[in-house]
DNA sequence: AATTCATTATCAC
DNA sequence: CTAACGGTGATAATGAATT
């Protein structure tokens, strides 16, 4: 079946709506993330806008770096119950587009507008596509107008040529490409443009010539298969634009799980106790608010130099009993500072759901 | 022998 | 000292433990 799938994102979501708050702020760098406390803060940036982007500031950048490259930036903190209510509402407007739609995160979502190719007899197959992109204007502009926010949509085939398309016409743009042009759109892109491909996996390709998704299409598929096994197959199909996934709402959680980093590290039990005891509560909260069970455990322990480990044990029962979680993660905390003398830099928590 | 469990790695937003 | 590196959640690989 052909489809039109259509991709919005918001442009530099957290700190556009920073800035609609506070219009004193336009045209200024503005920062959303951890407090950069003079240089020495230790989160990271959640998101710069395009006036910071210029200084070289992006998602996920320590922030301490941050601050080095732009120090007069406007630095804020994350108010995340604000761009959830924000987000509703443009979610609110998007939905009305299709029924058929998912919400992908805060800024982000997926429309399947297939079905204009049939619902209006006069308008035959041929302008599908058309119709998709006077669709996608009315959406920008209406989310402009009720919200004041500007958005990126990509249209294409299938929800990876979607995304891809609005990934490359950021900010405040709009890009169609039809089945066609899918072939000449990936061809000149990085391999780090192809979701799935991160840092890791694009380091593992570099070396062997491979830098453009034209060139990753010289691989076979059994030398992707053999190279990086599942995720290689789905690599295969994307470089070729080839993507069957269905735009749909599903949203089954499967872990929740809380983590904190410390200001400094630290060995101190109080702290690390304390601060444990405090995410144990917040995970049972989170698991009792939604009448969950639990069946695994797993403890994260972060220590200096950022040597990540994990402990985990699954119970015989699902349970939700706060007092089996408090022992068996108190537990696994303790084990962790005998086995390791090095200062913590990160504690958290993590259950899988029954 | 098959399944589950524990741990680490990678990715995305 | 020479990188800095959050929080939340998903999935896969691998080897060990269990059934």
Not at 76 to 103: A, F, G, R, T
Not at 204 to 221: A, C, H, Q, Y
Not at 243 to 253: G, N, Q, R, T
Not at 322 to 331: D, F, G, Q, R, V
Request: hydrophobic share 35%; glycine share 6%.
């Amino acid at each position: 079946m052909n489809r039109i799938i259509l991709h919005i994102d918001m442009d530099a979501f957290f700190a556009q709506v920073e800035e609609r708050e506070n219009p004193q702020f336009k045209g200024k760098p503005v920062v959303v993330g951890a407090d950069p406390k003079g240089g020495s803060g230790r989160g990271v940036v959640s998101t710069a806008n395009y006036v910071a982007r210029k200084y070289g500031i992006h998602s996920a950048l320590p922030i301490s770096k941050a601050y080095e490259l732009c120090p007069k930036a406007i630095f804020l903190p994350v108010n995340m119950e604000l761009y959830q209510k924000v987000s509703e509402n443009i979610m609110e407007i998007i939905k009305k587009y299709s029924s058929k739609w998912e919400i992908v995160s805060l800024d982000e979502a997926y429309l399947d507008l297939s079905h204009i190719f049939y619902d209006r007899k006069k308008c035959g197959i041929r302008c599908g596509w058309e119709r998709a992109k006077r669709i996608a204007k009315k959406l920008k502009e209406e989310i402009l107008e009720k919200e004041k926010l500007t958005s990126t949509v990509g249209i294409g085939p299938n929800k990876l040529i979607a995304k891809m398309a609005a990934e490359k016409v950021k900010p405040n743009g709009l890009l169609v490409i039809k089945p066609n042009q899918v072939k000449n759109f990936l061809e000149p892109l990085d391999i780090e443009d192809l979701p799935g491909i991160g840092p890791k996996t694009a380091e593992r390709l570099r070396p062997l010539s491979v830098n453009t998704i034209k060139e990753l299409k010289k691989l076979s598929k059994t030398k992707l298969k053999d190279t990086f096994g599942v995720v290689g197959e789905t690599i295969y199909e994307r470089a070729r634009g080839i993507d069957e996934e269905e735009v749909s709402p599903e949203e089954i959680i499967k872990s929740i799980g809380k983590e904190h980093t410390f200001e400094k590290d630290t060995r101190d039990p109080e702290i690390l106790f304390s601060t444990f005891e405090k995410i144990i509560k917040n995970v049972h909260q989170e698991l009792t608010a939604n009448k969950f069970s639990f069946k695994t455990i797993t403890v994260i322990c972060r220590f200096q130099g950022f040597e990540t480990h994990t402990k985990s044990k699954t119970l015989k029962n699902p349970t939700q009993d706060l007092e089996i979680l408090k022992s068996e993660a108190k537990k696994f905390l303790l084990k962790f500072l005998l086995e390791n003398k090095k200062p913590v830099r990160l504690i958290g928590l993590r259950v899988r759901i029954w």
